[in-house]
């Protein structure tokens, strides 16, 4: 009954809300574009994307929220609190008598903007404009000429389709289209034309290829690239290059390039002269410049490889290593690409608040660059704080200090030092985390055997060295992290990206053991039941009647005594197997590990930038833990795995991939889609460390169960904290406005974990079994708000369950499909 009121609310609402409410009598709401192409109608994005005019954006392309909601408005309302008041009169008077004029004009005020937010976050009525309908014919027109259709007939047809409603119909006959005949050229300056004979065979204009106008536009581009590449500083296409295309009125046309001198100004005329290839003979740079200093004297001058540096004060970088990132060299000829890719590596290095290169020209075959960097503040300090919940943690406030030292050696390195800590209430009571982190980032690669050789510097290479310590309480079993590794970074190419952690090392140690079974009350629970079917051979058997750390002993005792009972063994096999089960994730949980991890990483990603919505991603990420550790290593634990100073190195080899695709579609909607893989397999009996395992569910994965709640494979839920050996995950999101910043989302996820350790404890509903287990896939499903912020993003996801593997047969399907089951999440940013 409370849906069915709920949707019959909506109805009221929007049927309340009419489309034409602000359109006059004279005029209509333009509800539809059709575009026809040779008699055949298309949707063509690019022609779309032509229309002058186009209907009110629609939500789910079926409602017009946007212009609903500027309805709610009105256009034509008072501006001033003076209007407001003669069209209100009742309402001011009363505010004006009972307490003064000011309350009268401050409610006034408040009124206007309230009307003012509705037309402003809304959208107004597209109403037909028969000068705009010309506009887009010429729009359509330009656009086929540049195709090479140069007698394209077009119309435009407005019809119409309700009271005060109207669409438009365009007509477009393309007719024949051009092609290019010969190709001439007439290059002035010897120098150029040498240049340009080398490369010719790449032009973008070829004989009996059809007229289009961004062949021309590209041609003219890669000319303009290949001779600043090549020493012609002062080359400038919009002066110097120019096509001449014979006749369009035939369908096909001869095509002249024409490639002029240089034109330069001497005693107020001006004179042609042809091309010359300029050389860099002087390269400075500024280490320190600042516009106010610009006059003063530098009293610091150091020349390293025939390069000048310069400083007001001492010479603060090593010009052995700030030279590396120049890639324009003296006696060098001068070359565009080499200007900007030393300008991205003097940025990159996140020295100089600002890099500028600037060229003065010593004669008609030589010029001097002037490099002149302003550095950041060598030192910085920063504070972050931070409210959070989770399913884990109820309140969590924290805080973060960093000191970042720049150019630390005087290599442009960056040393960091922060700390951090944490309060909060998680389901055990309040607890605390501590942590410090330093890390120095180098510019280039540190390594030995001139390794550093095989990656170019054009590769933008980085080493980072880093450590860090944690501690928590009263979170789990309370834990102690240690983590240092080394990582190499470069960048093959724009989208291409490496990644080499040649050691990612971390000791992890459980302080409160004990604590186990009273955090993890679920296995607890179990052990209890295995007791009273154990009571069958000794009556008078019990387990403490809590979990309580006073009772770990007691507990582990009374389990022991259980699996040395070969006889429970044999006659409650179910029992004695899910007794094996809990000890043996009691044993991956508790125990202390170190985890020496050495990875590669490849990305792939082809966004062009932080507004292009129609890209992919790619990465995939292999790592290996203990195999040079556990050869050195001759020592060995109870369970036969490798330790060292009795601490178990965790051996396994793990692949994560990843792979996400966005589809900008009409409007500003966009299709996203990802899907992750990962495994673990282990070697040498070792066992999979709580942190390196996989999880599913939560804000960013399975958004229709909490985090750790979902999983291995068919296990029913009940455990604290869920986690497989592989794992599946794939989303599919479409994204929409609403309104202004307000974002809306439909998503589908699916996945899940399994174990492929093929640990002989561990039950078969969370075991992998080749296609078999395809059926136990997760799914869910839901909607999502997100708001805007311009510097973030914050999301809310209501998730509901689809399908429950862990169910029976007839009840996995859409069994738990309510707003009772939903899950709700709170996020920050998209969830990929």
Same mark, same amino acid.
């Given at each position: 009954?409370?849906?069915?009121?709920?949707?019959?609310?909506?109805?009221?609402?929007?049927?309340?809300?009419?489309?034409?409410?602000?359109?006059?009598?004279?005029?209509?709401?333009?509800?539809?574009?059709?575009?026809?192409?040779?008699?055949?109608?298309?949707?063509?994005?690019?022609?779309?994307?032509?229309?002058?005019?186009?209907?009110?954006?629609?939500?789910?392309?079926?409602?017009?929220?946007?212009?609903?909601?500027?309805?709610?408005?009105?256009?034509?309302?008072?501006?001033?609190?003076?209007?407001?008041?003669?069209?209100?009169?009742?309402?001011?008077?009363?505010?004006?008598?009972?307490?003064?004029?000011?309350?009268?004009?401050?409610?006034?005020?408040?009124?206007?903007?309230?009307?003012?937010?509705?037309?402003?976050?809304?959208?107004?009525?597209?109403?037909?404009?028969?000068?705009?309908?010309?506009?887009?014919?010429?729009?359509?027109?330009?656009?086929?000429?540049?195709?090479?259709?140069?007698?394209?007939?077009?119309?435009?047809?407005?019809?119409?389709?309700?009271?005060?409603?109207?669409?438009?119909?365009?007509?477009?006959?393309?007719?024949?289209?051009?092609?290019?005949?010969?190709?001439?050229?007439?290059?002035?300056?010897?120098?150029?034309?040498?240049?340009?004979?080398?490369?010719?065979?790449?032009?973008?204009?070829?004989?009996?290829?059809?007229?289009?106008?961004?062949?021309?536009?590209?041609?003219?581009?890669?000319?303009?690239?290949?001779?600043?590449?090549?020493?012609? +500083?002062?080359?400038? %296409?919009?002066?110097? #290059?120019?096509? =001449?295309?014979?006749? $369009?009125? &035939?369908? !096909?046309?001869? /095509?002249?390039?024409?490639?002029?001198?240089?034109?330069?100004?001497?005693?107020?005329?001006?004179?042609?002269?042809? +091309?010359?290839?300029? %050389?860099?003979?002087? #390269?400075?740079? =500024?280490?320190?410049? $600042?516009? &106010?200093? !610009?006059?003063? /004297?530098?009293?610091?001058?150091?020349?390293?490889?025939?390069?000048?540096?310069?400083?007001?004060?001492?010479?603060? +970088?090593?010009?052995?290593?700030?030279?590396?990132?120049?890639?324009?060299?003296?006696?060098?000829?001068?070359?565009?690409?080499?200007?900007?890719?030393?300008?991205?590596?003097?940025?990159?290095?996140?020295?100089?608040?600002?890099?500028?290169?600037?060229?003065?020209?010593?004669?008609?075959?030589?010029?001097?660059?002037?490099?002149?960097?302003?550095?950041?503040?060598?030192?910085?300090?920063?504070?972050?704080?931070?409210?959070?919940?989770?399913?884990?943690?109820?309140?969590?406030?924290?805080?973060?200090?960093?000191?970042?030292?720049?150019?630390?050696?005087?290599?442009?390195?960056?040393?960091?030092?922060?700390?951090?800590?944490?309060?909060?209430?998680?389901?055990?009571?309040?607890?605390?985390?501590?942590?410090?982190?330093?890390?120095?980032?180098?510019?280039?690669?540190?390594?030995?055997?001139?390794?550093?050789?095989?990656?170019?510097?054009?590769?933008?290479?980085?080493?980072?060295?880093?450590?860090?310590?944690?501690?928590?309480?009263?979170?789990?079993?309370?834990?102690?992290?240690?983590?240092?590794?080394?990582?190499?970074?470069?960048?093959?190419?724009?989208?291409?990206?490496?990644?080499?952690?040649?050691?990612?090392?971390?000791?992890?140690?459980?302080?409160?053991?004990?604590?186990?079974?009273?955090?993890?009350?679920?296995?607890?629970?179990?052990?209890?039941?295995?007791?009273?079917?154990?009571?069958?051979?000794?009556?008078?058997?019990?387990?403490?009647?809590?979990?309580?750390?006073?009772?770990?002993?007691?507990?582990?005792?009374?389990?022991?005594?259980?699996?040395?009972?070969?006889?429970?063994?044999?006659?409650?096999?179910?029992?004695?197997?899910?007794?094996?089960?809990?000890?043996?994730?009691?044993?991956?949980?508790?125990?202390?590990?170190?985890?020496?991890?050495?990875?590669?990483?490849?990305?792939?990603?082809?966004?062009?930038?932080?507004?292009?919505?129609?890209?992919?991603?790619?990465?995939?990420?292999?790592?290996?833990?203990?195999?040079?550790?556990?050869?050195?290593?001759?020592?060995?634990?109870?369970?036969?795995?490798?330790?060292?100073?009795?601490?178990?190195?965790?051996?396994?080899?793990?692949?994560?991939?990843?792979?996400?695709?966005?589809?900008?579609?009409?409007?500003?909607?966009?299709?996203?889609?990802?899907?992750?893989?990962?495994?673990?397999?282990?070697?040498?009996?070792?066992?999979?460390?709580?942190?390196?395992?996989?999880?599913?569910?939560?804000?960013?994965?399975?958004?229709?169960?909490?985090?750790?709640?979902?999983?291995?494979?068919?296990?029913?839920?009940?455990?604290?904290?869920?986690?497989?050996?592989?794992?599946?995950?794939?989303?599919?999101?479409?994204?929409?406005?609403?309104?202004?910043?307000?974002?809306?989302?439909?998503?589908?996820?699916?996945?899940?974990?399994?174990?492929?350790?093929?640990?002989?404890?561990?039950?078969?509903?969370?075991?992998?079994?080749?296609?078999?287990?395809?059926?136990?896939?997760?799914?869910?499903?839901?909607?999502?708000?997100?708001?805007?912020?311009?510097?973030?993003?914050?999301?809310?996801?209501?998730?509901?369950?689809?399908?429950?593997?862990?169910?029976?047969?007839?009840?996995?399907?859409?069994?738990?499909?309510?707003?009772?089951?939903?899950?709700?999440?709170?996020?920050?940013?998209?969830?990929?």
């Amino acid at each position: 009954m409370k849906k069915l009121s709920f949707y019959f609310l909506l109805l009221v609402i929007f049927g309340s809300c009419s489309t034409i409410k602000y359109v006059k009598e004279n005029e209509q709401l333009l509800v539809k574009n059709t575009i026809y192409v040779d008699s055949v109608k298309t949707s063509d994005k690019e022609l779309n994307e032509l229309l002058i005019q186009r209907p009110n954006e629609k939500t789910f392309n079926l409602l017009p929220l946007a212009l609903y909601f500027y309805n709610f408005g009105n256009p034509e309302g008072p501006k001033t609190p003076s209007e407001w008041g003669k069209k209100h009169p009742k309402t001011y008077n009363f505010f004006k008598n009972t307490f003064s004029e000011k309350q009268s004009i401050a409610v006034a005020k408040s009124a206007i903007n309230f009307n003012n937010w509705f037309l402003k976050s809304g959208q107004p009525p597209v109403i037909i404009d028969d000068k705009k309908t010309d506009i887009t014919l010429r729009n359509l027109k330009t656009y086929y000429q540049n195709e090479g259709y140069f007698k394209t007939k077009l119309r435009a047809e407005k019809d119409t389709v309700s009271h005060k409603k109207g669409k438009i119909t365009y007509y477009v006959e393309k007719g024949k289209p051009l092609f290019l005949d010969t190709i001439f050229k007439d290059i002035k300056s010897p120098v150029l034309d040498s240049i340009y004979k080398i490369s010719k065979e790449k032009s973008f204009l070829k004989t009996e290829q059809q007229y289009k106008d961004q062949n021309f536009i590209n041609e003219a581009n890669r000319l303009t690239k290949l001779f600043r590449n090549n020493g012609i +500083y002062h080359f400038d %296409k919009n002066e110097s #290059i120019d096509f =001449y295309v014979a006749d $369009t009125a &035939s369908y !096909k046309t001869n /095509v002249e390039l024409v490639i002029s001198d240089r034109v330069v100004e001497q005693s107020g005329k001006y004179l042609s002269k042809p +091309y010359q290839v300029q %050389k860099i003979k002087n #390269i400075n740079v =500024y280490t320190d410049y $600042t516009y &106010s200093k !610009k006059d003063d /004297v530098y009293t610091d001058t150091v020349t390293y490889n025939n390069i000048r540096f310069f400083a007001y004060d001492k010479l603060k +970088y090593n010009p052995k290593y700030l030279s590396q990132s120049l890639f324009i060299k003296p006696n060098s000829v001068y070359s565009d690409t080499l200007r900007n890719l030393t300008r991205t590596h003097l940025r990159g290095l996140k020295n100089f608040k600002t890099t500028s290169i600037r060229f003065n020209e010593l004669n008609d075959h030589e010029l001097e660059a002037n490099i002149f960097l302003t550095p950041t503040e060598k030192y910085t300090l920063g504070f972050d704080t931070e409210l959070a919940r989770s399913n884990i943690r109820n309140f969590d406030i924290s805080g973060k200090f960093s000191l970042t030292n720049r150019n630390t050696f005087r290599g442009a390195e960056i040393f960091r030092i922060s700390t951090h800590g944490a309060y909060f209430n998680s389901n055990n009571g309040p607890g605390w985390e501590i942590g410090s982190d330093i890390s120095l980032e180098i510019p280039r690669f540190v390594a030995p055997f001139g390794l550093h050789k095989f990656v170019p510097k054009r590769m933008f290479p980085k080493t980072k060295f880093y450590g860090g310590i944690n501690i928590q309480k009263n979170i789990g079993l309370d834990k102690q992290n240690i983590t240092v590794g080394i990582d190499y970074k470069w960048n093959f190419n724009t989208k291409k990206t490496i990644q080499l952690e040649l050691l990612n090392a971390q000791y992890i140690r459980n302080l409160n053991v004990e604590n186990y079974f009273s955090i993890y009350n679920s296995e607890y629970k179990k052990l209890q039941s295995i007791g009273e079917a154990y009571k069958a051979y000794d009556p008078s058997f019990q387990f403490p009647p809590s979990a309580s750390a006073d009772n770990f002993s007691l507990i582990i005792n009374r389990a022991d005594l259980i699996l040395g009972n070969k006889a429970f063994a044999n006659s409650n096999p179910a029992d004695y197997l899910q007794l094996l089960n809990i000890y043996e994730r009691y044993q991956i949980v508790t125990s202390d590990f170190l985890i020496p991890e050495i990875a590669y990483s490849f990305t792939y990603n082809n966004q062009k930038n932080l507004k292009d919505q129609n890209f992919s991603f790619f990465r995939v990420r292999i790592a290996n833990s203990g195999n040079v550790m556990g050869l050195l290593s001759k020592q060995e634990n109870e369970f036969n795995q490798k330790t060292v100073f009795k601490i178990p190195v965790a051996q396994y080899f793990k692949t994560d991939i990843e792979y996400k695709k966005y589809w900008n579609l009409s409007g500003n909607s966009v299709l996203a889609h990802r899907t992750f893989l990962g495994a673990i397999f282990t070697y040498n009996k070792s066992d999979v460390p709580f942190s390196r395992s996989y999880f599913a569910g939560g804000s960013n994965d399975i958004r229709s169960w909490r985090t750790y709640a979902l999983g291995p494979g068919t296990r029913s839920p009940g455990l604290e904290y869920n986690i497989g050996s592989l794992k599946f995950l794939s989303s599919l999101e479409y994204r929409f406005d609403i309104l202004g910043p307000l974002k809306g989302a439909l998503f589908v996820d699916a996945g899940n974990i399994w174990d492929i350790t093929g640990s002989e404890f561990i039950d078969e509903a969370a075991k992998f079994d080749s296609f078999k287990s395809l059926s136990d896939i997760a799914v869910g499903g839901g909607f999502g708000v997100r708001y805007d912020f311009k510097f973030l993003i914050a999301r809310l996801d209501l998730g509901f369950k689809m399908h429950e593997p862990y169910e029976t047969s007839n009840n996995r399907w859409f069994h738990n499909f309510n707003f009772s089951s939903s899950v709700l999440n709170i996020g920050i940013n998209y969830p990929f």
